[in-house]
């Protein structure tokens, strides 16, 4: 393909998966098309259960060389990924957008983000891995090291491709894990690819990461494989809870980063103006199209209709269409069966009695941006994740109340609450039933630093960012040394 992939990066446009060091083809292929426009964009190899099991065979050998590199070795590697990438950020950039649908901005912040969550995983391989721990026995020396969890299987999503990856694979690989990535059949170049040509640049160990997408029968196999020791999925909630399931019974770890309905709170005292500036970010940012967007705008019912109006002006004003032109604000929707299920909660929203503020309309991926008032708690637009530009809001009289609505949800990811009072906004936030709480920002925010999940329906098993990787990568294991001669009854 053109303008895609420099040369030199061992990829090209054919039926490719990375295994053991080398691109290589397969029998089987999917055609990867531009969202925007349709236009074939490249190939992507679909691996055979033949070629998962090539892949986990060489990540169990190379992992096991590779835990036992020194920390700058393993921080070496990892640094020298985000200089590939650095080095590529503008062609990164050009990929995203055209593969995903997303305009510029969103994907020049994909690739800096994804260079921070390599540069920070970095600084983690020297980490202490080690705690001294008080024993009842005067004679012995009781240590906790933390090991590598093994080899991991990441399954990573369509929607922030780049960055969701990294911040799965930079940590694993810095703390001695192996990795074997299946990208979503909708990103396989940005997701996979694309990746494994940074790392292959980088002289990565063979084995250490592989990038295999594949369809239903591959997922299934690569979660319950017997080399693989974890699985880290990041996507649906009903989709996580089958891997779960399915992973979990063969008591692997699983860490599940899950769906949302987040809420984005404006109490009586917020400033109107900014508070609708944020929750059109935080609804209608990259189509609506992430786990963090606002599904929910819980608005006092003294500034409702101001925030309605001023909220459905800024949604008027964003401009939709091709994500290449600059003046564009949003793009379209990741495919047909996306879009189509945005418009029917919305169909069956006002069947039910909402109304439709602005927006509202779609031409074929392109969806208006849409405010959407008068619904009630039972609504499927109200309790699902809606992962559409679709704001619809509700009016609450008290901040009990606003508490009450915030947490009657089975998720529990993020939400965010706007304040003139930055005290009375960290009280409201406690009371929150989430992972993450935003206080006079948009729910849309994250940091490679911050730990990063939900609770509920958003997820299950540990935090991925910062500090908390070296929970959510490495095994805890006690060595103790007994310097005198126990005594025993027999």
Not at 146 to 154: D, E, S
Not at 203 to 227: M, N, Y
Not at 282 to 295: K, V
Not at 408 to 420: I, K, M, P, S
């Amino acid at each position: 393909m053109t303008d895609t992939l420099s040369a030199g990066t061992g990829y090209r446009s054919q039926a490719a998966v990375y295994i053991d060091g080398t691109f290589g083809t397969v029998a089987d292929s999917l055609t990867v098309l531009e969202k925007a426009t349709g236009a074939r964009l490249g190939e992507a190899g679909l691996g055979s259960l033949a070629d998962l099991d090539r892949a986990a065979a060489a990540a169990r050998r190379a992992q096991q060389d590779w835990a036992h590199q020194p920390y700058d070795v393993r921080a070496d590697l990892v640094r020298k990924v985000a200089e590939r990438l650095s080095a590529r950020a503008d062609e990164f950039a050009r990929l995203i957008v055209r593969e995903t649908g997303s305009i510029r901005g969103k994907a020049d912040y994909e690739v800096s983000g994804a260079i921070d969550e390599l540069l920070t995983a970095a600084g983690l391989a020297a980490r202490p891995r080690g705690e001294l721990i008080v024993s009842h026995d005067p004679g012995r020396t009781s240590v906790v090291e933390r090991i590598p969890v093994g080899v991991i299987a990441a399954i990573t999503p369509w929607n922030f491709p780049l960055i969701l990856a990294m911040r799965v694979v930079a940590p694993a690989i810095a703390l001695g894990n192996a990795v074997i990535l299946k990208a979503s059949p909708e990103t396989p170049i940005s997701g996979g690819l694309a990746i494994a040509s940074l790392f292959d640049e980088a002289g990565a160990p063979a084995g250490l990461f592989q990038a295999v997408c594949g369809g239903l029968e591959f997922s299934r196999a690569l979660t319950t494989h017997p080399a693989v020791d974890m699985v880290h999925f990041t996507g649906s909630t009903a989709v996580g809870s089958a891997i779960a399931g399915s992973a979990g019974a063969l008591l692997k770890k699983v860490s599940l980063e899950l769906g949302g309905n987040n809420a984005l709170v404006v109490l009586d005292d917020a400033d109107v103006d900014r508070a609708a500036m944020i929750g059109a970010w935080s609804s209608f940012h990259y189509q609506g199209q992430t786990c963090i967007s606002a599904g929910r705008h819980i608005v006092h019912e003294s500034l409702l209709d101001a925030y309605v109006e001023n909220l459905a002006a800024r949604a008027r004003r964003i401009a939709v269409g091709d994500p290449t032109d600059p003046a564009t604000g949003i793009g379209p929707m990741i495919n047909e069966r996306q879009a189509s299920r945005a418009e029917l909660l919305l169909r069956g929203a006002l069947e039910q009695g909402a109304t439709v503020v602005e927006g509202g309309t779609r031409d074929g991926l392109f969806f208006r941006p849409t405010v959407v008032t008068g619904l009630t708690r039972d609504m499927a637009l109200w309790t699902d994740e809606v992962f559409a530009p679709i704001a619809p809001v509700m009016p609450f009289s008290t901040d009990d109340e606003a508490l009450e609505l915030v947490n009657d949800t089975a998720y529990g990811l993020v939400n965010a609450v706007l304040t003139g009072d930055e005290a009375r906004g960290e009280r409201f936030a406690r009371g929150v039933r989430s992972g993450m709480v935003h206080v006079n920002d948009a729910t849309p925010t994250d940091e490679a630093s911050a730990p990063f999940g939900g609770l509920g329906a958003s997820g299950l098993g540990g935090r991925a960012g910062g500090e908390a990787n070296l929970e959510e990568f490495t095994e805890r294991k006690w060595i103790s040394t007994q310097h005198g001669a126990p005594q025993y009854p027999y």
